[in-house]
């Protein structure tokens, strides 16, 4: 099972909470609505350690950021 650790709550499972992806858009797309479109519907799907935002639902409502490695879900 995962687990997260809340800054404020501490150790919590992971259905506590809600993931929320920080969104990078290429440079090289120049064109508003395109850069819409990008930031809307196209998701990152990194190998290896990723800096996530995650919302804690269940307890205390705030937002908090951490490094998980996508390959053995491990919280660095």
Do not use: K
Request: some cysteine; aromatic content about 14%; glycine content about 6%.
């Amino acid at each position: 099972m995962l687990y997260l650790t809340c800054p404020n709550c501490g150790r919590r499972t992971v259905e506590e909470f809600r993931y929320g992806e920080i969104p990078t858009i290429p440079e090289s797309i120049t064109d508003p609505d395109a850069r819409d479109l990008d930031r809307g519907f196209m998701r990152t799907n990194p190998f290896g350690p990723s800096v996530e935002r995650w919302f804690h639902d269940y307890g205390c409502r705030r937002w908090f950021t951490v490094t998980r490695d996508t390959t053995t879900d491990e919280v660095l």
